[in-house]
């Protein structure tokens, strides 16, 4: 952010590569569009558990996007294609008329005590891994300029030709004699210079070498993330037998209720709580049917599940109802004795 304004680095590298100049323009707008919308919240969002996991995500309906560009949905598709085709963007789930598509774009390593990680996108590193286009190079070369310029662009040659001339009169000014250093120090010798050593472009590295290889997310064998579950959906798909999406995941990570939280997350309370698991175990059996009979969704799952404040089945009466049943029944008071009272005449 430089002046309260965000902005998406776009590195020479990647400018001067094949690889940049072999994607189409309508690809690459679509890309930017995507790495401006890249979640990097931690909580509070569909896609934190792919910012929390390591990777850059993004996610969107093909029709939303078709709507912006002015095309059809088989367009944008054939653009996510080709971004495909050149590793710059991993489909992580395909989405439907209900579901929105989500996408990887690169990796973070979170790094303890800093507010945001260190980013890596795959178009930034191919790019980099990559030799310059040696073709754009000579084609923006200064010493072919003429080249590049046409006869449509007499007035940028005009242009250009008053910023030579102000530039040739600050030169001229800057170089008076009055402005040569005249310092006593002596020329070096002939023969003692000490050489000039520049820089030679290497292969950047990227990685924080104080971390472990281990902090980047964990790839599948078809190359795309795979993030790090919870106890407690673990818990819920080995015996519900019932995948949760990432939202579902991201929905038991959050406090109760969603906006103004008044009690942990169904997570935290997994984690801290013995009695919550049997309170889990409550609303699995009623999912499966193993209660009335009928299945229920995985969404009616979650959504009982968060439902603390129902009148007779949420977690605050659960909770009351076992901790009356270990109570002791309560104790006479000692000393006191019933004594009947005589009948009045």
């Known amino acids: ?49 792919f910012y929390m996991g390591g990777a850059l995500a993004v996610s969107g309906y093909l029709a939303s996007y078709a709507k ?31 579901r929105p598509s989500a996408w990887i774009l690169g990796k973070v390593q979170h790094i303890e005590g800093s507010q945001w990680g260190n980013e890596l996108f795959f178009l930034d590193h191919l790019a980099v891994a990559q030799e310059e286009d040696n073709d754009t190079i000579m084609a923006f070369d200064d010493g072919q300029i003429d080249e590049c310029l046409g006869p449509k662009l007499s007035k940028l040659n005009l242009t250009t030709a ?49 971390l472990p290889e281990s902090e980047y997310v964990d790839l599948d064998e078809t190359g795309y993330p795979t993030l790090a579950k919870h106890p407690l959906v673990k818990h819920i798909e080995r015996n519900a037998r019932r995948t949760l999406t990432p939202n579902q995941q991201s929905k038991l990570m959050q406090g109760v209720p969603f906006h103004n939280p008044r009690w942990p997350s169904p997570a935290k309370l997994f984690e801290s709580t013995p009695l919550f698991a049997e ?38 009466n659960f909770q009351q109802a076992r901790l009356e049943e270990k109570e002791p029944p309560p104790s006479p008071v000692a000393g006191f004795k019933m004594v009947e009272r005589p009948p009045r005449e």
Not at 38 to 47: D, E, F, K, P, T
């Open 1 to 49: 952010m430089e002046d309260g304004r965000q902005f998406i680095p776009l590195y020479f590298d990647v400018l001067t590569s094949k690889l940049y100049r072999n994607i189409s323009g309508n690809a690459l707008q679509l890309y930017w569009m995507m790495r401006r919308y890249v979640c990097r919240a931690r909580s509070g969002h569909g896609l934190s558990l």
């Open 68 to 98: 912006l560009f002015g095309v059809s949905d088989t367009t944008v598709g054939r653009w996510v294609k080709e971004l495909e085709e050149h590793d710059v963007l991993k489909t992580y789930q395909k989405g439907t008329d209900k």
């Open 162 to 210: 008053l910023l030579q001339v102000q530039m040739q009169v600050q030169m001229q000014v800057f170089n008076r004699e009055e402005r040569i250093d005249k310092t006593n120090t002596l020329p070096p010798v002939p023969g003692d210079e000490e050489e000039i050593e520049y820089p030679v472009k290497q292969e950047r590295i990227v990685t924080a070498p104080s």
């Open 279 to 316: 309170y889990i175990d409550d609303k699995i059996s009623w999912a499966t049917g193993g209660k009335s009979g009928k299945r229920k969704t995985t969404q009616n799952l979650i959504t009982a599940i968060r439902n603390y404040d129902e009148e007779y089945h949420g977690w605050l």
